[in-house]
């Protein structure tokens, strides 16, 4: 996955036109920036490159999601339907609207069950937000349909799949709306950066002016601006911009590597007794950023993450126990720790976490395993991966 990899020449030239002109902010000081406008330009490749009418630069993924929910009007007391494997950030961009996050099972493709989606509908839904972790994507034409049924917003939080599709269209442009991390460890990095893509057009603009402090961007004189609505300051900044210019020109090559990698180690593994695969719904194809198995049971996996872990194969996951993606770990999620009084919406009407049965998704996470896929293998040091882990592997089995 990671962009990082490949950073050079390419992502200094471009910080340098930015460090040159000095002007280090998205916005103004035309006649200073000699006609430099990375965020803007980015901003143009990226839409054009995700087959979408607009993309909205912002701060990070995590910003992205909350600009996103903003501008689809989603605010207190409001539900959004989110899977139980995921990132932190899917709640907290929830929460930090006041929003309230209702967490459903997943499946075989490790993102939400549309059956689990539908059981979840109140009145009080507005949105769900799909995550395609680890490269593959949830089943997107049940999870429309249910949205269409309902009319309720879809947005994909497509941070950990830039690059694969569904019905031959990019990921992240499916939905009502589409979201991106750039941070550091993502399939192309700005640093610290992410991106909302929508075809609505009054989606962009609220999503433009929430953004930038309501700002309604007319006019040349900043200062000046009107503000038709409250908003916030998730702005990225022209360098870590600049960075994601260069790193775009990369994506396709990166893409190829992650595949050729992928497949590879998919080819060697499916040898193996005892290990299935990831279900990827019809139509889809992954960015092939990991590489993920079942084992046949949870004792057997936990086994098998160990004994891997001796034998040295790093960037393999167990998300089961790990405290960043999966319910288990969010202790602080669960029993509502936060520094200051949550709105009551969101103490009112959030699931008891600690009772809810997640029994569905602990079924599939105990047994599943991730493999990260890395560019900068070598043939020989991809190969000796391979062998490692299959051997690894067949021991425990
Ligand atoms: C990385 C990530 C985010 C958040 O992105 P940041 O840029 O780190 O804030 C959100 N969702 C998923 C699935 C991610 O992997």
């Known amino acids: 996955m990671p962009g990082f990899e490949v950073f050079g020449a390419e992502e200094r030239k471009q910080v340098s036109d930015v460090l040159e002109s000095g002007v ?57 339907i989110m899977p139980t494997f995921t990132f932190v950030a899917s709640f907290e961009s929830i929460m930090m609207l006041g929003a309230v996050p209702v967490l459903v099972d997943i499946d075989d493709t490790l993102t939400l069950d549309p059956e689990a989606v539908e059981a979840a509908i109140t009145p009080k839904t507005k949105c769900v937000m799909p995550v395609h972790m680890c490269g593959s994507m949830a089943d997107l034409n049940a999870l429309q349909a249910i949205c269409d049924k309902h ?58 002016q929430y953004q930038d402090h309501g700002h309604d961007h007319i006019g040349n004189d900043r200062g000046a601006e009107g503000h038709p609505t409250l908003g916030y300051n998730f702005r990225i900044s022209e360098l870590n911009a600049a960075v994601g210019v260069a790193q775009l020109d990369k994506l396709e090559g990166i893409l190829k590597l992650q595949k050729n990698n992928y497949e590879t180690l998919r080819t060697a593994l499916e040898a193996v007794n005892g290990v299935t695969f990831r279900r990827v719904p ?29 034998a040295g194969v790093d960037g393999c996951f167990y998300w089961y126990t790990n405290n960043w993606h999966y319910i288990n770990g969010w202790e602080h999620l669960r029993n509502l720790k936060s520094l200051g009084n949550l709105p009551s919406e969101i103490k009112d009407q959030i699931q008891n976490l600690n009772q809810t049965d997640f029994s569905k998704s602990d079924a599939w996470m105990g047994r599943t395993l991730s493999f990260l896929i890395k560019l900068g293998w070598s043939t020989s040091e991809l190969n000796d991966r391979v062998e490692k882990i299959k051997t690894t592997l067949r021991s425990v089995l």
């Open 282 to 310: 019809e139509g889809g194809e992954e960015n092939y950023s990991f590489l993920n198995i079942f084992l046949p049971s949870a004792e057997l996996t936990e086994k098998a993450h160990k004994a891997l872990s001796e």
């Open 151 to 208: 009319d309720l917003i879809l947005l994909e939080d497509a941070c950990q799949a830039l690059g694969g599709t569904y019905d031959g269209k990019p990921l992240g442009s499916i939905g009502d709306l589409g979201c991106f991390s750039f941070d550091f460890v993502k399939t192309i990095t700005c640093g610290e950066g992410g991106a909302v893509i929508t075809n609505n057009d009054q989606f962009k603009i609220n999503a433009d």
């Open 24 to 80: 280090l902010m998205r916005y103004g000081f035309d006649g200073m920036r000699n006609g430099h406008w990375k965020a803007k330009q980015f901003e143009s490749a990226f839409a054009e490159r995700m087959q979408t009418q607009h993309c909205q630069l912002v701060s990070s993924g995590t910003a992205a999601l909350t600009v996103a929910l903003a501008s689809a009007g989603i605010g207190a007391g409001d539900e959004v």
